[in-house]
């Protein structure tokens, strides 16, 4: 079993910083995609931004959000910067893990963190 432990949320203001990280503990063998989604009152979940061999943003937060990943420490960080109140939402990190060699992908979610962006 895989377990992703969000941190770093929290309140800002409108242009203010905040730095996400999520880590893996477990069973793993290689993580392939990991991911941020968020999900804002009312709102759908939507992908924020993702790491999987290369990088993918959505439209609403390029430029100001940059997604990382050390493979070593099976963590993946959200820099965000330029904050907007539109950006306040719970944010979930996801894996697609291999827990060993030739074994099958499976899916993991963080248990979510709050960033809320208020003056």
């Known amino acids: 079993q895989v377990q992703l432990v969000e941190s770093g949320g929290g309140q800002v203001q409108p242009g203010g910083s905040l730095r996400l990280s999520c880590a893996a503990s477990g069973n793993i063998f290689s993580i392939s995609t990991m991911a941020w989604y968020r999900q804002g009152p009312g709102k759908q979940r939507e992908l924020v931004a993702e790491?999987?061999?290369?990088?993918n943003y959505a439209d609403s937060v390029k430029g100001r959000f940059t997604v990382s990943r050390d493979n070593a420490k099976n963590t993946l960080y959200l820099q965000m910067n330029s904050l907007k109140p539109e950006d306040t939402a719970v944010y979930y990190c996801?894996?697609?893990?291999?827990?060993?060699?030739?074994?099958?992908?499976?899916?993991?979610w963080g248990q979510g963190t709050q960033v809320t962006v208020s003056s």
């Open positions: 996801y894996f697609a893990v291999q827990s060993r060699s030739w074994g099958p992908w499976s899916a993991y």
């Open positions: 790491s999987a061999g290369t990088t």
